[in-house]
């Protein structure tokens, strides 16, 4: 964001108003403000502001039956279908482990929270939006057709907050650590260091992971970023992949019926999809997948780096993909489905092991 004076609510209501059309996201970047802003600004007039006491709400979301789940960041929409069941509450992580709404949840950055309420011709669509400190979008939560709109409201009558101004407090310099997405659970990245790791140490320690979130803990004793351990550690263990590769994946595992797990995060929320694709639908720089219960939207344009990862495991190594944005954050990434105890199928890895490659860069 620039530092021009930030427009006042009912200033941001005009623009509102005149572009109709516009994505939230896209207006509020156009306005200088963030995305929380630009909803609290119509506090009052079809929005309210809600607590976002994050396990209270997980829990009471599943009254309100089918919905669609929405986590995204600045490269990849992630949207599920599904009722919020099988709720695992925390402090630090809560979870929600439903057939198809599969999210890993970190309370304390939920900072926002508000019930929007859109016209859209004769219909009203509805929505809980949660934004984290720095007003970035975390979590969004839409009704559907199907939902219960009465357990809807009473969740939101329970929620309402006595602030209702149509102004929030941004910190814009938010101190959380950014996260890698990774099976299962968010890590917060090592961050690069000045000195460098030994490359037979990161090997040894690499080769004798036995789960795959034990890699965090690897990265963060030698001091190393996930792209920085990488390049060190040899092609038998990780290689940078042409930046068409998940496009490829896509086609292949659609056309195989593959069943894969698909991770989209930011720093408050991870949200998974496993299972088949289908319907894969390039639009312009965008991938899409427009699948019955799972929608993915992907800007291809902000792939700058692709790898395959190789970690061993108790079952036998695993494989990911994963790509970055030129900012060195993860912007998604994918896994054969697999259950704790499985192998990796054996499909998955062909795919993957088959992949177009390009030279490895050599350490940062």
């Known amino acids: 964001m620039d530092q021009r004076v930030k427009p006042a609510p009912h200033e941001i209501r005009r623009a509102r108003a005149d572009n109709p059309k516009t994505r939230e996201r896209d207006l509020a970047a156009q306005l200088g403000i963030s995305e929380a802003e630009l909803v609290a600004a119509h ?33 990849a929409v992630h949207e599920k279908i599904g009722v919020y069941d099988k709720v695992v509450t925390g402090n630090h992580n809560a979870m929600v482990l439903g057939e198809n709404i599969d999210l890993r949840i970190f309370p304390k950055v939920w900072a926002h929270g508000f019930a929007v309420e859109k016209r859209d011709g004769g219909d009203i669509r509805r929505s809980l939006q949660f934004f984290d400190a720095a007003g970035e979008a975390v979590h969004k939560v839409h009704l559907r057709p199907a939902s219960n709109l009465y357990a809807y409201q009473k969740l939101v009558a329970e929620f309402e907050s006595p602030n209702q101004e149509s102004m929030v407090a941004i910190s814009e310099g938010v101190a959380i650590s950014e996260g890698a997405i990774s099976e299962g659970g968010l890590e917060s990245e090592a961050g690069p260091s000045d000195a460098p790791a ?8 690499w080769s004798r992971l036995t789960d795959v979130h ?10 190393l970023d996930r792209r920085q351990a990488m390049r060190m ?4 263990y990780a290689w940078l992949l042409d ?28 949200q998974i999809h ?40 108790k079952d036998g190594h695993v494989t990911s993909l994963e790509a970055y944005g030129a900012d060195g ?16 199928r054996e499909d998955w890895r062909f795919l993957a092991e088959n992949l177009p490659r390009i030279p490895s860069p050599t350490a940062a």
């Open 243 to 270: 930046n068409d590769a998940v496009s490829a994946m896509f086609h292949h595992a659609a056309e195989g019926e593959m069943p894969i797990m698909c991770f989209v995060g930011n720093r408050g929320c991870i």
């Open 198 to 205: 030994d490359v037979d140490d990161l090997r040894d320690r």
């Open 214 to 223: 034990q890699f965090f803990g690897m990265l963060k004793t030698l001091k």
């Open 329 to 344: 954050k993860m912007i998604i990434q994918f896994f054969g489905k697999r259950h704790e105890g499985e192998s990796e």
């Open 43 to 75: 506090c009052g007039d079809g929005v309210v502001r809600v607590e976002p006491r994050v396990n209270d709400l997980l829990t009471g979301l599943e009254a309100v039956g089918e919905v669609m789940a929405l986590t995204r960041n600045e490269s």
């Open 233 to 236: 550690v040899g092609q038998d």
């Open 274 to 313: 496993s299972g088949p694709i289908k319907s894969i639908k390039p639009m312009g720089p965008w991938i899409n997948v427009l699948d019955e219960t799972f929608h993915l939207h992907l800007r291809t344009d902000h792939i700058h780096e692709v790898w395959a990862v190789r970690k061993p495991t």
